[in-house]
């Protein structure tokens, strides 16, 4: 009598049923305060801002577009009540220097976490210890025209990053150029962000006592160091469009489109508009990440104020809000002064 027994085979070619093809990079780099982006008429038209020379932070955007800046001197000051309770600070400097260039100097300062209480499961109630999380990056630079319609530039920066007794610091760059084309009031800008090295967490709290054979009690009190991952820096590529038309000498219509491909996320677009009443008000609206996997961001706007001053000091204020949806919303101020 012979019998029959199944036989099961299983396909090795088969991917798990948690097997995902369709990822981005999104939250795979170190520093992601670099691409909050900073500047009340940015945020407010949808940080299309590649093309934009209206003040200091132009050097954010693309390093080229501080040598379009008007006067000798700008300076601005930038705040924004950022997500979850955190903040984001921006200092810009720009100084025109004939028959050389440009020159700027920036701070941008990322506040996470300020001074709370360290606890734990024997201390719940806190050990006395208190720590902070902050981001900082300081740059330096340089732009010029190299003809009548194309100016370039490079930002060079210094990036830190600090959690308690750990900081990871790095140093990187920022290169962009601006073109005007032969059609009045059309622009067109390239920008790279965030060309440097990797962040690597060092600090006081990664060393250990290590005892190699604890089976005959060797020293145990001697310390090794561990070392942590190194993450890159969000590496962005910014390539933008930008046109101001003049209808008259009261009204003024700007409109721009940038198109980025960040290191870690996936490919999207910033688009932006403004309009401009008898060069004192505007009104500015956009979008921010369309066409952005997973996108959070949306829709923008906000308004702004400019006048000259006694001494022709020219003087302006904005704000800008911006939609982030289920993570609610950020609100920016920026004051700037140009001379």
């Given amino acids: 009598m012979f019998y029959t027994l199944p036989v099961f085979s299983q396909e090795s070619d088969r991917p798990p049923d948690n097997f995902v093809e369709d990822v981005t990079n999104a939250?795979?780099?170190?520093?992601?305060?670099?691409?909050?982006?900073?500047?009340?008429?940015?945020?407010?038209?949808?940080?299309?801002?590649?093309?934009?020379s209206s003040d200091a932070t132009a050097m954010y955007w693309n390093p080229a577009?501080?040598?379009?800046?008007?006067?000798?001197?700008?300076?601005?000051?930038?705040?924004?009540?950022?997500?979850?309770?955190t903040s984001l600070d921006y200092v810009g400097m720009v100084f025109q220097i004939p028959g050389v260039g440009s020159l700027g100097f920036s701070v941008l300062s990322f506040q996470a976490i300020d001074k709370q209480p360290v606890r734990t499961i024997l201390e719940p109630e806190g050990t006395g210890e208190f720590y902070s999380a902050s981001d900082l990056a300081i740059g330096v630079t340089?732009?010029?025209?190299?003809?009548?319609?194309?100016?370039?530039?490079?930002?060079?920066?210094?990036?830190?990053?600090?959690?308690?007794?750990?900081?990871?610091s790095t140093m990187a760059f920022d290169l962009g150029i601006i073109y005007h084309t032969r059609l009045e009031g059309l622009n067109l800008a390239a920008s790279i962000?965030?060309?440097?090295?990797?962040?690597?967490?060092?600090?006081?709290?990664?060393?250990?006592?290590?005892?190699?054979?604890?089976?005959?009690?060797?020293?145990?009190?001697?310390?090794v160091s561990l070392d942590t991952d190194q993450f890159t820096l969000p590496l962005t590529f910014r390539f933008g469009l930008g046109y101001v038309k003049q209808l008259g000498s009261i009204h003024r219509i700007t409109m721009a489109v940038d198109l980025l491909n960040p290191s870690d996320n996936s490919e999207s677009v910033n688009v932006g508009a403004e309009y401009t009443f008898w060069n004192t008000f505007?009104?500015?609206?956009?979008?921010?990440?369309?066409?952005?996997?997973?996108?959070?961001?949306?829709s923008t706007f906000g308004v702004g104020v400019s006048r000259k001053l006694l001494g022709g000091i020219g003087f302006s204020s904005a704000y800008s809000y911006a939609d982030w949806g289920i993570l609610n919303s950020t609100h920016r101020v920026t004051i700037s002064i140009n001379r």
């Avoid at 505007?282 to 949306?298: C, H, M, Q, W, Y």
């Fill in 27 to 52: 939250g795979t780099s170190a520093a992601a305060f670099l691409r909050i982006g900073v500047g009340s008429r940015a945020q407010s038209m949808g940080n299309a801002a590649s093309t934009f």
């Fill in 65 to 85: 577009s501080i040598a379009l800046l008007e006067g000798d001197v700008s300076i601005v000051f930038d705040h924004t009540d950022w997500l979850i309770n």
């Fill in 142 to 168: 340089y732009s010029a025209l190299l003809t009548a319609r194309f100016s370039a530039g490079v930002t060079g920066k210094y990036i830190r990053q600090a959690l308690w007794n750990e900081s990871a």
């Fill in 193 to 223: 962000s965030n060309f440097g090295g990797n962040l690597e967490l060092e600090g006081r709290d990664l060393k250990r006592p290590f005892d190699e054979d604890e089976g005959n009690f060797s020293n145990d009190q001697l310390n």
């Fill in 282 to 298: 505007s009104i500015r609206s956009g979008f921010v990440a369309l066409f952005e996997k997973d996108r959070t961001g949306g």
